[in-house]
């Protein structure tokens, strides 16, 4: 599994729109869709730290680790 995003949790616990935090976010929808999805590859501390700021948050609190089940 790996990492898995909890951005859409957030919002909707504040009642965010994609566009509403999009905006706060100088991001365009689709890159914060992309980034909601877990599409994208990587994060910029710099929007991981607004992100926090805008949701008064941990990054915990928008990101979790699930362990890969071991295959043999």
Known sequence: ?????RLDR???DRKMSV???AAKLEMTNVNL????TGKMKGIRFETMNNICRIFDCQPGDI??????EDVE
């Open 63 to 68: 990101f979790e680790y699930v362990r890969d």
């Open 1 to 5: 599994m790996g990492i898995i995003i």
């Open 33 to 36: 869709s992309n980034l909601k």
């Open 10 to 12: 957030l919002m909707a």
């Open 19 to 21: 566009n509403e935090l």
